[in-house]
């Protein structure tokens, strides 16, 4: 566990006016869609639209300035540093995000922290029941949020990834190649971050090229990449009935949950590597499994005839590659299919993608140390005790004190998530509900088999509760154990 003390904030808050800093101008990007499609008939109503984005970027602006006046510090920048300035910003950004739809009045103060929230994690869970009807520009800020926080993401998930253990990092540098990674993680993030917005510029072509219009093409990019969710309609990518703009969902859905490290090899032209790829193997095994429970499970409801088969066939792969990816997209309403069907996709958002990914969930990486850690333990079982096995990632070792750690966290996410279902169910859902949506927002996935009244009605608290789990789930929980175990420790002494 990291010593945590007073120089350490001050370096971590050095790092987060940075990243305010960017974030300021970012919260400036909306405006050129407020220009396009505003609907004020004066030049005051003109401004006051403006000033839903400008207030919230003076904020961060101001921040920014008041901690780089206060602050002064020229120490190294280290990994526990990163990541308390990640933990600090990622609740504090969003806080200031929700100001946007407080000022516009399109939602009350929980509602806005919690869309918010959604949207920089890259959720997608909204209270906006008709998105049709909110400003285009607020809309696009939803979208926008998406974008930005999954960069922030792959920053995050390759900081915490260096801290993961060496067996994993032996694993991902032998399968990546030194040669092919710009030196330094900063210049690796960059190259990722590189690609990432190539994804979405080509999203925005191919979803308007298969039949959205310009608009929707630039909101549904956004939220694909990021595997967030957004969508410009309630129906979500249901609302188009178009198996080609599925199929587009479908490919940027996948390739924001693959890890921007593989990515960079199959643009390098190592098109082996996706082959190689051990999670990559997982993956496609447990999206066949899971595809099969619920096309079976759907298939034998009497909802369905068999003339309905093909268009079946389409909504199970559709759910089970958003699930897995985390994104949250929907072509159909999962609330009404068979908890069979509903608790396949639940194991799926809890898996989650791949590391280095935009995706949430646990992991594959981690996802597939338990099973090896669960499955050595049984072979000792059951060989001689004499018997010599060794647990490896590839043919990279793994040691006892990094399964320790990685069974550690997954119990904890368990934890959490039955903490923050135990609190929903205090507010009437059932316990099913309560567990679906715990792991839905941890999972940072957004597909929520609750509907209606009992959604958007929910209870302030619940909201509340739900974007925490965000907030948590997003962070990968190991940069907040970084900040509130010394503090815990500390106390105790």
Known sequence: MYAIDLEDVKIS???????????????????????????????????????????????????????RLTIKTDAETKSKHGLL????????????????????????????????MSGWATTGMTMIARPELVAADLI?????THLVGGVGIIALGLMIFLQSGKAATDYYVSEVGGGKIRPGIRGTIFETWKIYLLYAFIGIVLFYVAGMNSFDAVNHAFAAIATGGFSTHAESIGYFQSIWIELVAILLMLAGSISFLLHFQLFNGDWGALKRNIEA?????????????????????????????PHLLRDTVFQVVSSISCTGFGTVDTGGWPQLAQTALM?????????????????????????????????????????????????????????????????????????????????????????????????????????????????DAGKIILALLMWIGRLEIFPILIFLGPLYFRKKR
Not at 99 to 109: D, M
Not at 282 to 306: E, G, H, W
Not at 419 to 443: D, P
């Open 140 to 144: 696009f800020y939803r979208s926008l």
């Open 347 to 459: 194991f799926l958002m809890y898996v989650g993608g791949f590391y280095g990914s935009t995706a949430g969930g646990i992991k594959l990486l981690r996802f597939i140390v338990v099973v090896k850690a669960v499955s050595f333990n049984l072979r000792k079982m059951i060989l001689p005790k004499n018997a010599i096995i060794t647990l490896r990632m590839g043919d990279k070792p793994i040691m006892p004190d990094e399964i320790v750690f990685v069974m550690g966290l997954s119990m904890v996410y368990l934890m959490v998530a039955l903490v923050g279902a135990s609190s929903l169910m205090w507010l009437g859902f059932t316990g099913y509900e309560s567990m679906e949506l715990s792991l839905s927002a941890m999972g940072n996935v957004g597909i929520v088999f609750v509907t209606g009244d009992a959604w958007y009605h929910m209870a």
């Open 13 to 67: 808050l050095r790092d987060l006016a940075a990243i305010l800093q960017v974030v300021a101008l970012v919260m400036l990007v909306p405006i050129i869609v407020t220009s396009i499609y505003t609907s004020s008939q004066s030049s005051l109503e003109f401004f006051k639209e403006l000033s839903a984005f400008i207030i919230p970027s003076a904020a961060y602006y101001l921040l920014y300035v008041l901690i």
């Open 281 to 309: 193997k997982y993956m496609l095994v447990l999206s066949v499994i899971c595809f099969l429970v619920v096309f079976l499970s759907l298939a034998k409801d009497s909802a369905y005839d068999p003339s309905y088969y």
């Open 85 to 116: 300035a990640v933990v600090i910003a990622w609740f504090l950004i969003p806080l200031i995000g929700a100001l946007p739809f407080l000022i516009r009045g399109a939602l009350n103060p929980v509602d806005a922290f919690f869309e918010s």
